[in-house]
């Protein structure tokens, strides 16, 4: 009786011992930024690429870089077209410093600006994983964002602007109460833009502040843009929301090297002949 007294007690000191210990294991796996944003990382578990994220209050968690993952020629029961294999619009392309020679895959998928990737540039109907740019619904979809995130909605987008412009010296070294939207120096856009320039750049460090992506800023790397753009390189960069305008035009935010603004014309970009950046949101 008292060795199956003992082997009992023993048990269930080994159980409370488990459990302890994996309280302890999530515990340490919460993480904050130096200045007490709630930072982790996700796997993205189609090509094993490990990214940053960040909470942004309200906004929800965000990817804080640019999504790198490189769609197979047929995925998800579609035709994904890179830019190098056609004459006609790609479906993705990767960013090029020259406007012609794009850079590699080894270049994109680096975790070396600012800690965050370069990414790939995806049309909205691949940024969206569907066939038909024309829908106008979807808003919300997972696209082709990891399981359990999805490409933010427009209105996820103002969240994020209003959140990072009220409160900037969490998440950058600028102070807080930055406008938001068309404005003078001083809008938003200079606490979501990198401090890192991204390699082989003509244009020198504009007036950017955000913190890196691993420390809670959303460091946004000026990686440019596709698609009657010229060359952008350096100078600008797009990422898609979900929503649409029309069935020609989605909505989209802008960051630029020349302005302190946030770009969001109420016309959208044209989701064929664009191929901008794309950022995930983790489901609520």
Sequence with gaps: MKKNILIWNIAVYMLLFIGCSQDVEEHVEEQYSSK???????????DGQVYHTATFGDAGEWMTENLAFEPPAS???LTYIHSATTSTAPSWTRPSADGITEITETQAKAQSYGSGRLGYLYNWAAAMKIADSRVTSGIGSQG???TGW?????TEWTALEAEIAAHASKYSTSNDGL???????GSASIAFRSTTKVPNSIYPLSKSTSNSADDGGFNGLLVGAQGDFGNSYGSHTSFWSSTSVN?????????NYFYA???NSKYGHEKDYRQFSV??????
């Design 36 to 46: 007490g944003v709630k930072i982790s990382n996700f796997k993205d578990t189609r």
């Design 144 to 146: 082709i964002c990891p």
């Design 75 to 77: 995925y998800g029961g």
């Design 247 to 255: 069935d020609t035009n989605a909505y989209y935010r802008g960051l």
């Design 279 to 284: 950022r995930c949101v983790k489901n609520k």
């Design 150 to 154: 999805h490409l933010p909605t427009d």
């Design 261 to 263: 603004d946030v770009f």
């Design 179 to 185: 406008g938001t939207g068309y404005g003078p120096e």
